[in-house]
């Protein structure tokens, strides 16, 4: 194991011992990757055909996105794809996860696909086998085409429709090369963000609107996973993906503290993962969840469950939770990482690596539960300068390898993952928060797009090819 950089912010670390980890430590089939995503990478918001998505719409209100930023451009990715693959290849990466813009495939969400958009998506998987790198391609990274958000978005139940006919396009187009497959991207952030807190594209705030998101979700993402299996050809492997935190009590020793926490769980990390598992929703820990009854129809709890070939869990932090009259119907609040004093990255969450640990504890404690993934895991800090073409991020680092010795603990403990994606490859567009939190291996100057290594990627470039 390579040792740990020197000057780390202080309390780094959780206060139990790092993992010692050696790529050798997970034998010759683990898949190792980086992540990115449509949005906030591509750029070409309006080229070659493809339609407004939500987030092209969202970020245009004013007071949406700091510095009013926009992912218009982003990284460019769109046209700079080559050369971005070209030092993927070179910092000898083996895995690239990525997403498909639906409104680049179907400008309006439904009808006939664009020629232009498939044509592109086309090229990208061609770029990423002739390189030697294995595309990882997921269908639903949050931008949903403007049209069908003016037909009720995700709260329409015409969503399991036009959704299973967009999969239908890409899998025809892409699937004799693309052998795994996500449906969806954290189902839980972009209903719960989206339809009601308001903070992410489409920015509502409606209890009503989020219930009828998250049961046509849940659905979309089991009848999507159908669609796949039916046209794709073996040995193609079928997975979702979850956000997911450790959720523990502010006080353990008060009951209604752990009530709240087991409440806060069963929102954030169970919602939508156990009724694929054929489970149902978690209505005896979150009796709200009643709610949906509203929404179901005949059919819809088998309908829900689908048998997944893995799922990708995505860990950045814990959260610690404390009970609240204030919050209704969940009676919890989150108490941040800055009132704890516990250390904390760019976006001020908690640097705690073995959160990654106990969520793969978690959800492979399912008694059907299939392999698992980390498909996103990683940490925004600033950079630190330390010569021309030169930076030094021993915080990202540090934290990358404390999280992959937790992904090793996990396997000792003999838990089925099978694989660990950095996110992100290069900085790009973090959504509500614009361009300032930095989570790349890879800096990108969005003025000029010139691309640096940062420390932390050359460590996990000769780490994943066992030369560090």
Same mark, same amino acid.
């Given at each position: 194991?390579?040792?740990?950089?020197?000057?780390?912010p202080?309390a780094?670390?959780?206060?139990?011992?790092?993992?010692?980890?050696?790529?050798?430590?997970?034998?010759?089939?683990?898949?190792?990757?980086?992540?990115a995503a449509?949005?906030?990478?591509e750029?070409?918001w309006?080229?070659d055909?493809?339609?407004?998505?939500?987030?092209?719409?969202?970020?245009?209100?004013?007071?949406?996105?700091?510095?009013?930023?926009t992912?218009?451009?982003?990284?460019?990715?769109?046209?700079?794809?080559?050369?971005?693959?070209?030092?993927?290849?070179q910092?000898?990466?083996?895995?690239?996860?990525?997403?498909?813009?639906?409104?680049r495939?179907?400008?309006?969400?439904?009808?006939? %696909?664009?020629?232009?958009?498939?044509?592109?998506?086309?090229?990208?998987?061609?770029?990423?086998?002739?390189?030697?790198?294995?595309?990882?391609?997921?269908?639903?990274?949050?931008?949903?085409p403007?049209?069908?958000?003016?037909?009720?978005?995700?709260?329409?139940?015409?969503?399991?429709?036009?959704?299973?006919?967009? !999969?239908?396009?890409?899998?025809?187009?892409?699937?004799?090369?693309?052998?795994?497959?996500?449906?969806?991207?954290?189902?839980?952030?972009?209903?719960?963000?989206?339809?009601?807190?308001?903070?992410?594209?489409?920015?509502?705030?409606?209890?009503?609107?989020?219930?009828?998101?998250?049961?046509?979700?849940?659905?979309?993402?089991?009848?999507?996973?159908?669609?796949?299996?039916?046209?794709?050809?073996?040995?193609?492997?079928?997975?979702?993906?979850?956000?997911c935190?450790y959720?523990?009590?502010?006080?353990?020793?008060?009951?209604r503290?752990?009530?709240?926490?087991?409440?806060?769980?069963?929102?954030l990390?169970?919602?939508?993962?156990?009724?694929?598992?054929?489970?149902?929703?978690?209505?005896?820990?979150?009796?709200?969840?009643?709610w949906?009854?509203?929404?179901?129809?005949?059919?819809?709890?088998?309908?829900?469950?689908?048998?997944?070939?893995?799922?990708?869990?995505?860990?950045y932090?814990r959260?610690?939770?404390?009970h609240?009259?204030?919050?209704?119907?969940?009676?919890?609040a989150?108490?941040?990482?800055?009132?704890?004093?516990?250390?904390?990255?760019?976006l001020?969450?908690?640097?705690?690596?073995?959160?990654?640990?106990e969520?793969?504890?978690?959800?492979? !404690?399912?008694?059907?539960?299939?392999?698992?993934?980390?498909?996103?895991?990683?940490?925004?800090?600033?950079d630190e300068?330390?010569?021309?073409?030169?930076?030094t991020?021993?915080?990202?680092?540090?934290?990358?390898?404390?999280?992959?010795?937790?992904?090793?603990?996990?396997?000792r403990?003999?838990?089925?993952?099978?694989?660990y994606? !950095?996110?992100?490859?290069?900085?790009?567009?973090?959504?509500?928060?614009?361009?300032e %939190?930095?989570?790349?291996?890879?800096?990108?100057?969005?003025?000029?797009?010139?691309?640096?290594v940062?420390?932390?990627?050359?460590?996990?470039?000769?780490?994943?090819?066992?030369?560090?």
């Open positions: 194991m390579p040792e740990l950089p020197a000057d780390l202080p780094f670390f959780p206060p139990t011992t790092p993992v010692a980890v050696s790529r050798a430590d997970f034998g010759p089939d683990f898949h190792w990757g980086v992540s449509a949005y906030q990478t750029g070409a309006n080229a055909g493809k339609g407004p998505s939500i987030w092209d719409e969202f970020v245009r209100r004013k007071g949406r996105i700091p510095r009013a930023e992912g218009d451009v982003a990284c460019d990715f769109y046209h700079r794809w080559p050369q971005d693959l070209d030092l993927l290849k910092l000898r990466i083996p895995d690239f996860r990525f997403s498909v813009a639906w409104p495939v179907q400008p309006q969400g439904t009808g006939r %696909p664009n020629p232009a958009g498939l044509d592109y998506y086309d090229r990208l998987v061609d770029g990423c086998l002739t390189r030697g790198i294995t595309p990882w391609l997921t269908l639903y990274h949050w931008d949903l403007a049209a069908l958000q003016r037909r009720g978005g995700w709260a329409n139940r015409d969503m399991l429709g036009w959704f299973t006919d967009y !999969a239908g396009h890409v899998a025809a187009r892409l699937g004799d090369r693309v052998q795994h497959w996500m449906v969806l991207n954290e189902p839980m952030a972009f209903v719960g963000a989206g339809h009601l807190l308001g903070l992410h594209a489409p920015g509502r705030r409606s209890p009503a609107g989020f219930l009828a998101a998250v049961h046509h979700a849940a659905l979309a993402q089991a009848e999507g996973g159908r669609a796949l299996r039916a046209l794709l050809p073996a040995p193609a492997r079928i997975g979702t993906t979850f956000s935190s959720i523990t009590p502010w006080r353990p020793w008060l009951s503290d752990v009530r709240a926490a087991r409440r806060v769980d069963a929102l990390n169970r919602l939508f993962v156990e009724p694929a598992l054929g489970l149902g929703y978690p209505v005896a820990e979150l009796p709200v969840l009643r949906l009854d509203r929404y179901k129809r005949a059919g819809d709890e088998e309908r829900l469950a689908f048998d997944f070939d893995f799922l990708g869990i995505q860990n932090t959260e610690v939770v404390r609240s009259a204030l919050m209704p119907a969940l009676w919890a989150l108490v941040g990482a800055r009132r704890r004093g516990v250390p904390i990255t760019q001020g969450w908690e640097v705690y690596p073995e959160s990654l640990y969520m793969l504890r978690q959800f492979s !404690a399912y008694p059907n539960a299939p392999r698992l993934v980390v498909t996103e895991n990683g940490a925004a800090f600033a300068p330390v010569a021309p073409g030169q930076l991020d021993p915080a990202r680092q540090a934290f990358l390898q404390a999280s992959i010795g937790q992904v090793l603990r996990a396997r403990a003999g838990i089925a993952v099978d694989g994606f !950095a996110w992100s490859f290069t900085d790009n567009f973090e959504w509500a928060e614009g361009y %939190p930095r989570f790349g291996l890879v800096k990108v100057d969005f003025a000029s797009q010139q691309r640096t940062r420390g932390s990627g050359q460590w996990y470039s000769d780490f994943v090819s066992g030369t560090e």
